[in-house]
């Protein structure tokens, strides 16, 4: 069904009971032309593009507990393309470009709010870096400008740029054109929409091996049995060594967890998105009040989708001394994912030794704003079996030819 002024007056109706469940939960079939393994955000993206650009339809995506419950669901919701490389940069703003038509395409209000992203510098050696981007960012055709502390000021009111705070605003870059989207929707927008193009979303059936015949894969085992596909694409985030150990692969990425925490519900207090590499530290405002708070990653490895204390209070210091304001706020939720980082804090997205096996991983702690930029190129790379353009550069390969993609300044927070 689509979703209209019309649909809301029908089913207003009869009471809103009506209205349809937004996909199927259909039983796995043994064969599928291609598996996708994850149903968060890259996963069901890249669904959703093999159907509509690639016209492969006979798709599962199977995913080991529920959809959008990975970090699509519990990221911090920032969504910009002011990367530092060329590489990086075409590849963020294709995903930029795709989230402005996103609602419309998928039918399903995303909530994108480009209300402006601040990267705020506090020594000189942050703001020559900022600058170094700004310029790069406007080279590659990408909205970026240099503000002053007393522009930022006028954007932000409660900020502190007072010179005598320990970690003092120098300025900031903006990009106009970033800002935040409604994680949720995301996931739900592309699986609705996947679906209506005939994909089977398989949730609870989590991947436990993939079977290879000599130098091909074959298929996947699963908890509900084996199920053949000729092309398996892993979209898998934070479990992507996992995945790899099963089709004897190494990948260089190391997991770490990565948190997030919301306060109550405010009046309207902040305007844009500020974010510090510095500090550690990146709030925002939702449509509801709540401010939405990130830290950086808490530094050792692991699956568990808990972080530490001590990464929160370094957090929450940095917040307050930043808008000393919000020293007032409770906090009323804390939460953490499992990111998934490699060395040069770029992703991978292509193909791998095994013929019909493709990963897409390595996105860290900057994955969803990619996630339509992403499933684009992955539905490219897996329907041609060849990568775009776009994600050419960002192959497993590199890590042995050296040819980095180094994005750790414009990743945000602290790897
Ligand atoms: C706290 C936090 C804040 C963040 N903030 C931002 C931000 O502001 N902006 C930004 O751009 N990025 C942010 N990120 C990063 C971003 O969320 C991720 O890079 C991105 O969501 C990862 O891609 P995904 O959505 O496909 O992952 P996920 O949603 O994690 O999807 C992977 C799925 O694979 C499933 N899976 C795993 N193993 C198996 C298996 N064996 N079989 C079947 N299924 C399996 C998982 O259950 C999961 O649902 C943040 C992340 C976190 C944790």
Same mark, same amino acid.
């Not at 995506?61 to 990975?70: D, S, Y």
């Not at 398996?232 to 995945?243: E, F």
């Given at each position: 069904?689509?979703?209209?002024?019309?649909?809301?007056?029908?089913?207003?109706?009869?009471?809103?009971?009506?209205?349809?469940? $937004?996909?199927?939960?259909?039983?796995?079939?043994? @064969?599928?032309?291609?598996?996708?393994?994850?149903?968060?955000?890259?996963?069901?993206?890249?669904?959703?593009?093999?159907?509509?650009?690639?016209?492969?339809?006979? +798709?599962?995506? /199977?995913?080991?507990?529920?959809?959008?419950?990975?970090?699509?669901?519990?990221?911090?919701?920032?969504?910009?393309?002011?990367? /530092?490389?060329?590489?990086?940069?075409?590849?963020? @703003?294709?995903?930029?470009?795709?989230?402005?038509? !996103?609602?419309?395409?998928?039918?399903?209000?995303?909530?994108?709010?480009?209300?402006?992203?601040?990267?705020?510098?506090?020594?000189?050696?942050?703001?020559?870096?900022?600058?170094?981007?700004?310029?790069?960012?406007?080279?590659?055709?990408?909205?970026?400008?240099?503000?002053?502390?007393?522009?930022?000021?006028? !954007?932000?009111?409660?900020?502190?740029?007072?010179?005598?705070?320990?970690?003092?605003? !120098?300025?900031?870059?903006?990009?106009?054109?970033?800002?935040?989207?409604?994680?949720?929707?995301?996931?739900?927008?592309?699986?609705?929409?996947?679906? =209506?193009?005939?994909?089977?979303?398989?949730?609870?059936?989590?991947?436990?091996?993939?079977?290879?015949?000599?130098?091909?894969?074959?298929?996947?085992?699963?908890?509900?049995?084996?199920?053949?596909?000729?092309?398996?694409?892993? =979209?898998?985030?934070?479990?992507?060594? &996992?995945?790899?150990?099963?089709?004897?692969?190494?990948?260089?990425?190391?997991?770490?967890?990565?948190?997030?925490?919301?306060?109550?519900?405010?009046?309207?207090?902040?305007?844009? +998105?500020? $974010?510090?590499?510095? &500090?550690?530290?990146?709030?925002?405002?939702?449509?509801?009040?709540?401010?939405?708070?990130? =830290?950086?990653?808490?530094?050792?490895?692991?699956?568990?989708?808990?972080?530490?204390?001590?990464?929160?209070?370094?957090?929450?210091?940095?917040?307050?001394?930043?808008?000393?304001?919000?020293?007032?706020?409770?906090?009323?939720?804390?939460?953490?994912?499992?990111?998934?980082?490699?060395?040069?804090?770029?992703?991978?997205?292509?193909?791998?030794?095994?013929?019909?096996?493709?990963?897409?991983?390595?996105?860290?702690?900057?994955?969803?704003?990619?996630?339509?930029?992403?499933?684009?190129?992955? =539905?490219?790379?897996?329907?041609?079996?060849?990568?775009?353009?776009?994600?050419?550069?960002?192959?497993?390969?590199?890590?042995?030819?050296?040819?980095?993609?180094?994005?750790?300044?414009?990743?945000?927070?602290?790897?």
């Amino acid at each position: 069904m689509k979703y209209s002024i019309r649909a809301l007056v029908r089913n207003a109706l009869t009471y809103h009971e009506r209205w349809p469940r $937004m996909w199927r939960s259909p039983e796995p079939k043994s @064969e599928y032309e291609v598996v996708i393994v994850g149903a968060g955000g890259h996963g069901l993206a890249t669904a959703f593009y093999l159907a509509k650009e690639h016209g492969i339809t006979n +798709v599962a995506v /199977l995913e080991k507990g529920w959809l959008g419950g990975g970090s699509v669901g519990r990221n911090t919701s920032i969504v910009r393309s002011n990367y /530092l490389w060329d590489e990086s940069a075409h590849l963020y @703003e294709k995903s930029l470009k795709l989230w402005e038509d !996103l609602s419309q395409e998928l039918n399903f209000n995303l909530m994108l709010s480009q209300r402006g992203v601040l990267n705020l510098a506090h020594s000189l050696q942050d703001l020559r870096d900022l600058s170094r981007r700004v310029n790069s960012n406007r080279l590659n055709g990408i909205d970026a400008e240099i503000l002053t502390p007393r522009q930022i000021k006028a !954007l932000e009111p409660a900020i502190n740029i007072s010179p005598s705070a320990r970690y003092p605003i !120098l300025g900031a870059s903006l990009q106009r054109r970033g800002g935040v989207a409604r994680h949720d929707a995301v996931a739900w927008g592309f699986a609705r929409a996947a679906d =209506a193009r005939g994909v089977d979303i398989i949730q609870h059936c989590a991947v436990t091996g993939i079977r290879r015949s000599g130098g091909e894969v074959v298929g996947v085992e699963t908890v509900r049995g084996f199920i053949k596909a000729k092309k398996v694409g892993v =979209a898998v985030a934070g479990d992507s060594s &996992v995945l790899a150990a099963m089709a004897e692969l190494a990948l260089p990425i190391q997991s770490h967890p990565l948190q997030a925490l919301v306060s109550e519900p405010v009046k309207p207090v902040l305007n844009t +998105v500020v $974010m510090s590499n510095a &500090v550690h530290a990146y709030i925002s405002q939702t449509d509801k009040g709540e401010l939405v708070l990130g =830290a950086g990653i808490d530094p050792y490895n692991g699956y568990a989708m808990r972080g530490s204390l001590p990464v929160l209070e370094g957090n929450l210091a940095a917040v307050v001394e930043l808008f000393p304001i919000f020293g007032r706020m409770r906090m009323i939720r804390q939460w953490a994912g499992t990111v998934d980082i490699n060395p040069d804090a770029s992703p991978i997205i292509g193909k791998t030794p095994v013929r019909g096996l493709y990963f897409n991983c390595g996105w860290g702690t900057g994955g969803f704003k990619a996630t339509p930029g992403s499933g684009w190129v992955f =539905a490219y790379t897996i329907a041609q079996d060849r990568p775009h353009p776009l994600n050419a550069p960002f192959s497993l390969e590199r890590f042995t030819t050296g040819q980095l993609i180094d994005e750790h300044g414009a990743a945000a927070v602290a790897h």
